[in-house]
């Protein structure tokens, strides 16, 4: 010091002369009893003065007193500053700076922050803070802790927790739970403060011993109850962080410890600070409805919203949609602020904000106008510009078909996702997109329109494939749930072609296929439900790569999706006998678990594909009456239906389902379940006539009322070709005494022609189904006799010009054979009598016997 002082005093009249007393003023508190006047004069003199001081004295530096040195300082300070001639330091270029105790510690804090910054493992912020954290105020241990955040991105739960402590770690009783419970908040808090001192007082400094250094046990403990007990007092700013730290580390006892203090400061929180405290909770998954209830009534309550930018708007609107706070009110309202501003949301807030709206907002056809109906157009235009990632388009779609808010052209940019991206989707995003597809009805087939022109070599094929029937249809109380529903006004106001559709969601199905064996059971299930029903040629590929992935873990599935599993295999009608009887006898073991539609379904697709559901019907026949209350009367009928299909008529439980169907009101019942009520009033009639059972007559439909359906190409084709013949028929008739609705009855002869597609057989079989065997054997107990016209047979002789109103020579050969085997010509040569003479029915055919073993 003495040479600093020397050398500056040794050079007159320079600008920088001042800069070594002033270092002198601040490094050697000795100085503390010079006066003004000793610190005038030659510079060589003032240097003189205070090495003689400092050597004289040798006082130690601790024991001088702060008010003492400041007040030197300054004078010191004043005396550089004058304007003597021998110091030529412009005063008015070099801005002053007032020392004093609090910018001293200022300095101080900023210096250990920018050290603590700077370190590199949470080892090196434990041992500084064990150092030094007795000296800590809120921006060092704030700025230690988000450092300690920083460096822990990516750590396991098990990592973050060992380095916390147990403490820290979430309560037994709390792990698992979202229920906000101030006892026990308060009760595991306590554990938080240090032993030997009592809580919210002082500061608590860890030590760091070498089992702590060595294996990072509890390591940043002593940090985190620190800032534990500086909570209460804490600024907003820092109290923010806190919360935003313990989220990312999942300090969750630390995080609900931030809840008052937010609360009593929420008035003071600027936008951002406000939104990411609202996000820490809500990402952690902690209730803290005290500090929402008080976010809510300051946003509803003032004028706030209009000073959050797009971030702190999405932000907010996302916390309290995922913490299921959810209030419409203050979503209609963000919603306005958002709507105003919309040009000003990035990409990723926008997507934040429509998933957040598409969560909240209810769904239904009531519920058109929520909300979420603006932001279609901007996805739209940011998602045709390439703005989202494949992860976020996801998002955004399954949020608008979650909310009902479903747009064509949106649909129709997501459809050009190319397979790369399509590729960059983890399994869950992939499962959402699919659902997303399937909600807006692009995964539900429908008949293509008659081609112009020439047909070409596969119309007939393809006119074959629209020969099966609509997905199982049941009613809830709702209206009407369907388990694979038809395409909706979504997908067929489509501006895409259905060629341009169906290469889409094909290359969408071929990802899909090539996840099946990375996917979780569940998963796989979806899969399969999703797809069956969309026609599409990979579609039993699929289904059968989901049934060798599948079949080892059955018992995995959940029971939701053992049914739904079940259902996409008889829909989309491939070979699962097998398959449908092990599931049934998964779902027979766990019968309290499944739902009642699920059960329905089950027996449903076991009788349409052939499967063998003994085990699980047993199981149904031993439910106790009252378990048929929470069926659906849909699921009722269904059920009563399945049971004589599958020629099984257990007294106690037919009892049970027909007193049940005759206590509901004959308007809970759709036309499609009167017809089956009608059949069931048939087959306890025919074949259980000892039950004395019957269907209350008001439930059943009309007896001469014809089903209005539209009939196949095939169909259309051998109606021209009977008309061409000259045989008088009608089509789509509804037989008066079983209520059987038939393709062609020749009512001179009292013959049915029934043609027969791929879905009245067992699947890729000639055996005829379940079904099939069940209207057959009643029409002819009723007087009838039933001309099969399989399409195996019929597909031979029908040609293309068949298909567009002419009657080929082929086809017209066939039907006559055909007829002239079973004597329907031979009648309708003969005439009908005037007194119905020869409309005597002919004698019943009866069931070869093979195919009653097929039963």
């Not at 403990?221 to 534990?228: D, H, K």
Request: aromatic share 6%; charged share 20%.
């Amino acid at each position: 010091m003495l040479r600093l002082a020397r050398s500056a005093g040794a050079a007159p009249r320079v600008h920088h002369t001042r800069r070594p007393y002033i270092a002198c003023a601040r490094a050697w508190p000795h100085v503390a009893g010079l006066t003004t006047r000793q610190l005038t004069g030659d510079p060589g003199h003032i240097g003189t003065t205070l090495g003689r001081v400092a050597l004289g004295k040798g006082q130690d530096a601790r024991a001088i007193h702060t008010n003492a040195f400041v007040q030197d300082a300054k004078e010191t300070n004043a005396a550089l500053n004058s304007s003597d001639a021998t110091l030529h330091v412009p005063v008015a270029k070099r801005p002053r700076r007032k020392w004093s105790t609090s910018s001293v510690k200022v300095d101080l804090s900023k210096k250990r922050t920018e050290r603590i910054r700077a370190l590199s493992t949470t080892e090196d912020v434990a041992r500084l803070h064990a150092q030094l954290g007795h000296s800590f105020d809120d921006f060092n241990l704030i700025a230690a802790w988000t450092q300690v955040g920083s460096l822990t991105a990516g750590w396991r739960p098990e990592r973050i927790r060992g380095l916390l402590g147990p403490n820290l770690a979430p309560p037994p009783e709390r792990r698992g739970s979202n229920q906000y419970d101030p006892a026990a908040t308060a009760a595991h808090a306590a554990t938080l403060t240090p032993p030997g001192r009592p809580s919210g007082g002082g500061s608590a400094v860890g030590t760091l011993g070498p089992s702590s250094a060595h294996d990072g046990s509890a390591l940043l403990a002593p940090l985190a109850r620190q800032i534990y007990d500086r909570l209460p007092h804490m600024s907003p700013r820092a109290l923010t962080n806190a919360a935003h730290v313990a989220m990312k580390l999942s300090a969750r006892p630390l995080l609900e410890a931030t809840e008052a203090p937010l609360i009593a400061l929420a008035h003071t929180l600027p936008p951002r600070l406000l939104s990411e405290a609202l996000g820490a909770f809500a990402s952690s998954r902690v209730q803290a409805p005290a500090f929402y209830d008080r976010a809510k009534s300051l946003l509803l309550g003032t004028d706030v919203l209009s000073s959050f930018n797009p971030h702190e708007l999405a932000l907010t609107c996302s916390s309290f949609s995922r913490s299921g706070n959810l209030c419409a009110q203050l979503f209609a309202a963000i919603s306005h602020h958002a709507a105003v501003r919309v040009e000003e949301f990035p990409a990723k807030d926008l997507a934040v904000l429509t998933i957040s709206l598409g969560a909240a907002c209810p769904t239904g056809p009531s519920h058109k106008n929520a909300p979420l109906d603006w932001l279609v157009q901007s996805a739209t235009v940011q998602l045709e510009k390439g703005a989202f990632d494949p992860r976020t388009s996801s998002k955004l779609a399954a949020a608008f078909a979650r909310s009902g808010t479903m747009d064509p052209s949106f649909f129709d940019a997501l459809l050009g996702l190319r397979r790369a991206r399509l590729e960059m989707l983890d399994d869950q995003a992939l499962c959402e997109l699919i659902l997303a597809f399937s909600k807006a009805g692009y995964l539900h087939g429908v008949p293509r329109p008659p081609l112009p022109g020439a047909p070409v070599a596969g119309e007939i094929a393809r006119s074959r494939r629209t020969e099966r029937k609509g997905p199982l249809q049941l009613t809830d109380r709702k209206g009407t749930i369907t388990a694979g529903s038809r395409r909706t006004s979504c997908a067929l106001a489509s501006r895409l072609s259905l060629a341009t559709q169906e290469l889409a969601l094909a290359r969408l199905l071929s990802v899909a296929q090539g996840r099946v064996p990375s996917l979780k059971p569940d998963e796989m299930a979806f899969l399969a439900w999703a797809f069956a029903p969309s026609k599409l040629s990979q579609v039993p590929a699929l289904l059968e790569g989901v049934q060798l992935a599948v079949r080892p873990r059955l018992r995995e599935l959940s029971s939701q999706a053992l049914s739904m599993l079940g259902w996409a295999h008889a829909v989309a009608y491939v070979p699962s006998a097998p398959l449908l009887g092990e599931i049934a006898d998964v779902a027979a073991s766990r019968l309290g678990e499944m739902q009642p539609q699920g059960i329905v379904m089950l027996l449903w697709a076991s009788a349409l594909v052939g499967a063998d559901a003994s085990k699980l019907i047993g199981k149904v026949e031993a439910m106790p009456e009252s378990a048929l209350n929470s069926f659906l009367p849909a699921s009722l009928t269904m059920m009563a239906w399945t049971l004589i299909v599958n020629r099984t008529y257990p007294p106690r439980l037919l009892r049970a389902l027909v007193a049940r169907i005759n206590t509901t009101p004959a308007g809970a019942f759709s036309r499609y379940s009167r017809m089956q009520l009608y059949q069931l009033q048939t087959a306890l009639e025919l074949e259980v006539p000892g039950l004395e059972l019957a269907v209350r007559a008001e439930l059943l439909p009309p007896h001469s009322a014809n089903v209005v359906v539209e009939s196949s190409a095939t169909h259309g084709a051998i109606s021209r070709a009977l008309s061409a013949l000259g045989i008088g028929h009608t089509n789509e008739h509804l037989v008066p005494s079983v209520a059987y609705p038939v393709d062609i009855a020749l009512d001179a002869s009292r013959h049915v022609l029934q043609v027969n597609g791929p879905m009245h057989y067992l699947p890729d079989s000639q055996q005829p189904g379940r079904k099939m065997l069940f209207v057959r054997r009643h029409l002819e107990r009723a007087g009838w006799c039933v001309v099969d016209i399989p399409f195996w047979e019929v597909d031979t002789h029908l040609q293309p010009t068949d298909l567009h109103g002419h009657a080929s020579k082929q086809l017209k050969g066939y039907l006559q054979r055909l007829l002239e085997e079973h004597g329907a010509l031979q009648v309708a040569a003969d005439g009908a009598a005037a007194d119905g003479s020869a409309l005597l029915p002919l004698k019943p055919r009866a069931v070869p016997s093979r195919e009653i073993a097929n039963l």
